[in-house]
């Protein structure tokens, strides 16, 4: 049986989008297939990270002529130096980085050029795998081959996203109780957002469109990742007495509980490779609200209310108010997402990606 190494990001990713993907592919392709997967347990900026990423392990693969390598992302900087054989790819997307963040030090402004230029390579590859057709399109835009690019989504598990059958108001009130948030708060509606606060995900957005909203709380999940953002949409918040409260991390049944109890899922995000948040939320029958994008069009499939201007934050509220307002409407969306989910159904994809780690010539 051929041994797969598997390269993957720090593990404080391990629960961000990019992480989720590779984590639940591997967890089911290891119950067939033999996988060493590597995560990182370190600071993502130490030296001994770089250092083991970029030059120690691309090293030592050099002289696994026989084995397959799968590289997640930025793992795909040790093809510019290295003659490493037998690589599948993982390209989530292909991003403005000053939609990370604007304020970019002379060190970062230099490793972005670099993965930039990474892009070139990838011809080299075997196989590139990305999660949609939106990005597969880009890459061929940079002229790589299109008949090496496969297309295989994210995945969400339905033993774990789904509706809980436990009174909404019961299930709310244990989680305002674990994670303290007042109990004037328990009759108002949730508006949710999950994961991170860069510049494409565009939270201020939202803070923005919350002004006129008394009868509403919400709730952010996720690590902030730019922490510069996170102070400025807390002294946005702290400035407009919003009603706002913002987590760094919830384990996945709290996750699954908070979409569950959210009344709207909120998306305005400028730019994402895939986009996993809107469909984790539509599992769990929560209505989403998202950006007009290519990208979200092919993840959502019409199943939520759409942002044309996701900048806008009066169309925002306005979208707010009528799913809030509308139950027909929200109906009928969560409806839709039945149709929606048969593409992220666990058993095909995980298909696609053993047959694609079984065709892989390692002659």
């Known amino acids: 049986m051929r041994?797969?190494?598997?390269?993957?990001?720090?593990?404080?990713?391990?629960?961000?989008?990019?992480?989720?993907?590779?984590?639940?592919?591997?967890?089911?392709?290891?119950k067939t297939i033999k996988i060493h997967d590597i995560w990182f347990k370190m600071n993502p900026n130490s030296i001994r990270r770089i250092l083991l990423q970029f030059l120690i392990i691309p090293l030592r693969l050099m002289f696994k002529k026989t084995d397959i390598k799968v590289f997640s992302d930025e793992w795909r900087l040790p093809i510019l130096l290295y003659p490493i054989k037998n690589i599948i790819c993982i390209i989530h997307d292909i991003r403005n980085y000053d939609l990370t963040t604007k304020k970019q030090s002379p060190l970062q402004r230099i490793y972005f050029k670099i993965i930039k230029s990474s892009f070139k390579r990838l011809n080299k590859v075997q196989k590139i795998i990305t999660p949609s057709?939106?990005?597969?399109?880009?890459?061929?835009?940079?002229?790589?081959?299109?008949?090496?690019?496969g297309v295989i989504p994210n995945i969400i598990d339905k033993n774990i996203y789904h509706p809980l059958h436990i009174e909404k108001s019961m299930l709310k009130k244990q989680l305002f109780d674990k994670y303290?948030?007042?109990?004037?708060?328990?009759?108002?509606?949730?508006?949710?957002?999950?994961?991170?606060?860069?510049?494409?995900?565009?939270?201020?957005?939202?803070?923005?469109?919350?002004?006129?909203?008394?009868?509403?709380?919400?709730?952010?999940?996720?690590?902030?990742?730019?922490?510069?953002?996170?102070?400025?949409?807390?002294?946005?918040?702290?400035?407009?007495?919003?009603?706002?409260?913002?987590?760094?991390?919830?384990?996945?049944?709290?996750?699954?509980?908070?979409?569950?109890?959210?009344?709207?899922?909120?998306?305005?995000?400028?730019?994402?490779?895939?986009?996993?948040?809107p469909i984790e939320a539509q599992a769990c029958w929560c209505p989403v609200i998202?950006?007009?994008?290519?990208?979200?069009?092919?993840?959502?499939?019409?199943?939520?209310?759409?942002?044309?201007n996701p900048l806008d934050e009066k169309e925002i509220a306005k979208k707010i108010k009528l799913c809030i307002i509308n139950d027909k409407l929200r109906q009928d969306i969560i409806k839709k997402w039945y149709h929606n989910a048969r593409r992220f159904v666990l058993d095909n994809n995980v298909w696609k990606w053993g047959k694609i780690l079984q065709e892989i010539n390692t002659d």
């Not at 190494?5 to 984590?23: Q, V």
């Not at 948030?181 to 939270?203: G, P, Y």
């Not at 706002?244 to 509980?257: G, K």
């Open 290 to 308: 998202a950006s007009k994008k290519w990208w979200l069009k092919e993840v959502v499939d019409g199943s939520c209310i759409i942002l044309n």
């Open 133 to 149: 057709e939106f990005t597969k399109n880009s890459l061929i835009s940079l002229w790589i081959d299109g008949k090496k690019i």
């Open 180 to 277: 303290s948030l007042w109990e004037a708060n328990l009759k108002k509606k949730i508006l949710l957002n999950v994961w991170s606060e860069e510049d494409r995900k565009n939270i201020i957005t939202i803070l923005k469109a919350l002004k006129d909203f008394d009868n509403c709380i919400f709730i952010k999940i996720g690590k902030a990742i730019i922490g510069e953002n996170r102070k400025k949409h807390l002294d946005f918040v702290k400035k407009n007495r919003l009603n706002c409260v913002f987590i760094d991390e919830v384990n996945e049944w709290d996750l699954v509980s908070f979409y569950n109890v959210a009344d709207i899922f909120i998306f305005p995000s400028l730019f994402e490779g895939f986009g996993r948040p």
């Open 3 to 30: 041994d797969i190494s598997w390269l993957n990001w720090p593990i404080e990713y391990k629960k961000s989008g990019i992480g989720k993907y590779s984590s639940v592919y591997i967890d089911e392709l290891k």
